[in-house]
């Protein structure tokens, strides 16, 4: 599961923190369904050298959204913006760690991940929590994916608090704790990551542990300053 956040976390938008005016333009047209005027507006702008639509025209490809999902073409308008672009130098890096449109190739992955979080891009964080706890591209070094996880989760990633409850869970670098995976499950699930109810559902904890770790979810949502709370177990 540790590794299955590359996957999930490869279908995020690789230009979301980019901005300019035609990007503007064709995310606006986008939100109102206008694929295909969207994709001339960032396709022109492209042509005259704007990084940012270059970016956008990426994921244009990457998604699949109005083309045909083509990960090589993507990966070709990403690397021609990502020396300054935290976040298709994480994109680049999943593209890489995964085989998508182009080789796959961990060492390269593990570059272009250290790089994004070198500018705190939340997904970076993430990645290099689970290249860390899987030993892709780097030797196994638990200490390392719990470091990246906290971070994540200090920038408000719920897969940043999902990552921390498996290392507890699965005893990876810190003692096996099934109640504290769960408060770091219950956090995550506060923060909306999809996966956290799966997690919580497969501890089979008690109804008095699991109080208990509603508890501790609480504090910790607390002590990283979010305004989430964990109403139950259920919830």
Do not use: K
Not at 202 to 217: D, E, S
Request: avoid cysteine; aromatic fraction near 8%; hydrophobic fraction near 45%.
């Amino acid at each position: 599961m540790l590794r299955s956040f590359l996957m999930a976390l490869s279908l995020a938008t690789a230009s979301a923190a980019l901005a300019s005016p035609a990007t503007d333009e064709a995310r606006r047209l986008l939100a109102q369904g206008q694929e295909a005027q969207a994709f001339e507006r960032v396709q022109a702008a492209a042509g005259r050298g704007d990084e940012d639509a270059v970016a956008l025209l990426g994921w244009f490809y990457d998604t699949g959204r109005h083309v045909r999902q083509d990960y090589a073409r993507a990966a070709e308008y990403y690397r021609r913006v990502v020396r300054d672009n935290p976040s298709v130098q994480w994109r680049l890096g999943v593209m890489h760690d995964l085989g998508q449109g182009v080789p796959e190739n961990p060492g390269e992955a593990l570059r272009l991940f250290r790089q994004a979080a070198g500018n705190d891009d939340v997904n970076a964080h993430v990645s290099l929590g689970v290249m860390y706890a899987n030993g892709r591209g780097v030797r196994p070094d638990y200490v390392q994916s719990m470091r990246y996880y906290r971070r994540a989760a200090e920038l408000g990633s719920g897969a940043g608090f999902l990552g921390v409850g498996l290392l507890y869970q699965n005893g990876l670098g810190v003692a096996a704790s099934p109640n504290e995976a769960a408060a770091w499950f219950l956090a995550a699930q506060a923060m909306r990551d999809s996966r956290a109810r799966d997690a919580i559902a497969g501890l089979n904890l008690p109804p008095q542990q699991m109080q208990a770790a509603v508890t501790r979810a609480n504090q910790l949502l607390q002590s990283y300053r979010r305004r989430e709370r964990v109403a139950s177990p259920a919830g």
